[in-house]
């Protein structure tokens, strides 16, 4: 079983739409985690942290539930340009000791 | 965040030849870490660099293959030896600083071997 887990997609849905992914982590020791965006032949770009509490940054809303070990990113009003690759990842020991899913695409249509 | 350079931005390369990739940093880090991206998949970590002693290796690499060199806080070099078509990979160094556990990557280097 993988440390971190995603549904890899591809999600295709329409501009306006809202989409949400879920990852999921086996290592109850992750300290903290995040998502990055990747788009296609670029590096990953951290998108935003994730917190116990829940945290949100526009039309970006990320969840950690620690009991069911998932993390969830929910992105509304979708725009053409949020068409990339998700990742999830988890990091725990410090950072010594970071773990990437394996990416959920998405593809926002007009 | 940090501005970060790698050269090459790519290269081909001959089979049994050895490639060595930069790394630069505008600013010390604390923590450099080399992950590798073969096509279609996600990344993995191949070692952290630290800075004046050797690199810490993940399972399934190891410094014969993949030697690592951090003279300063600013600058790493990753060097594939013996390639292999299998080394055909985008290799992306990271930083990050203590005190926070956020990792921003470089731009990354796209390895053909032939």
Partial sequence: ?110 | SAVISQKPSRDICQRGTSLTIQCQVDSQVTMMFWYRQQPGQSLTLIATANQGSEATYESGFVIDKFPISRPNLTFSTLTVSNMSPEDSSIYLCSVGSSGTDTQYFGPGTRLTVL
């Fill in chain 1, 1 to 110: 079983r993988k440390e971190v887990e995603q549904d890899p997609g591809p999600f295709n849905v329409p501009e306006g739409a809202t989409v949400a992914f879920n990852c999921t982590y086996s290592n109850s020791a992750s300290q903290s985690f995040f998502w990055y965006r990747q788009d296609c032949r670029k590096e990953p770009k951290l998108l935003m942290s994730v917190y116990s509490s829940g945290n949100e940054d526009g039309r970006f809303t990320a969840q950690l539930n620690r009991a069911s070990q998932y993390i969830s990113l929910l992105i509304r009003d979708s725009k053409l340009s949020d068409s990339a690759t998700y990742l999830c990842v988890s990091l725990y020991s410090s950072a010594s000791k970071i773990i990437f899913g394996s990416g959920t695409r998405l593809s926002i249509r007009p």
